[in-house]
């Protein structure tokens, strides 16, 4: 059997990928020789590392995600999550696709409509609609667990879809009547779920003007396998304690009868067989 899992993510067009400091941080990207302008990046990488370093040091929050993409295969996805250390949540729209994603610790849940649970999970169209609006449960060897698990909690989320070579700082501005400083770029290429992913375009991220200058949105704009894409996370509730149990009476992957497979990529996801 040949299933397209969905990958969950917050941005669509970095499709979750790593941060890349331009100076080689997270081993993801280095871009010290190719810099337009090494005396604007340097105090870029700066603002961007303090941001991320004010954000793993709070590791709570709420975001809300917005993402496009056009041409062909097109499709547009909408998440609201809330992460935690080591727990979060997701509410996920894709399309037709309902779902929610509940992490704690490594154990990971997925509740979601009939499309969504064939689309991500792989199950059959009657397997679907007898499980829809039901917890799954899914264990670390059950092939669609790592996409699914991927950018709920505030480390994941936070590495996972803030994707920017930095280049420079723009003026400071206002943001939802926020002073900030904008740090601007390059999205950067990076691995995730497995899955090496280099979209082309710019990226942005407005972070508080004054210290501890946290995130408050990231933008990106560029191109993925020939679609042109868009994405917008704005980050709020900084510290606020994100509370997140496991679902009782959820009913195992495992159980399903689903085949374990193999993991390949494709430039339509990820690919169970």
């Not at 041409?71 to 779902?99: C, E, H, L, M, W």
Request: charged share 10%; glycine share 12%.
């Amino acid at each position: 059997m040949t299933v397209i899992v969905v990958i969950v993510v917050v941005a669509l067009v970095g499709a979750g990928i790593g941060v890349a400091l331009g100076g080689g941080s997270n081993g993801t990207s280095t871009t010290t020789s190719s810099t337009p302008n090494a005396a604007a990046a340097g105090p870029a990488r700066q603002l961007l590392r303090s941001a991320l370093a004010a954000a793993g040091g709070i590791n709570d929050f709420h975001y809300v995600a917005s993402s496009t993409v056009s041409g062909g295969n097109g499709y547009s996805q909408k998440t609201v999550g809330d992460a935690g250390p080591s727990s979060g949540k997701q509410v996920i729209t894709i399309g037709a696709q309902r779902f929610t994603v509940i992490v704690v610790g490594t154990a990971c849940y997925l509740k979601g409509n009939a499309s969504a649970l064939v689309a991500n999970l792989g199950l059959s169209s009657a397997q679907a609609a007898a499980h829809a609006g039901q917890w799954i449960s899914l264990a670390k060897t059950d092939a669609p667990y790592a996409s699914v698990y991927a950018a709920v909690t505030a480390p994941s989320a936070i590495a996972d879809n803030i994707t920017i070579t930095a280049t420079s700082v723009l003026a400071p501005t206002t943001v939802d009547g926020r002073q900030v400083q904008t740090v601007t770029g390059s999205i950067a290429p990076t691995r995730i779920a497995g899955q090496t992913i280099a979209p082309k375009g710019t990226a942005s991220l407005a972070v508080r003007a004054r210290s501890p200058h946290l995130p408050v949105r990231y933008v990106e704009a560029g191109t993925e396998n020939h679609q042109k894409s868009v994405s917008t996370v704005t980050f709020s509730r900084w510290g606020e304690a994100v509370a997140v149990t496991a679902p009782t009476n959820a009913v195992a992957y495992s159980s399903l009868g689903v085949g374990s497979g193999s993991i390949t990529t494709t430039p339509g996801g990820t690919v169970v067989t």
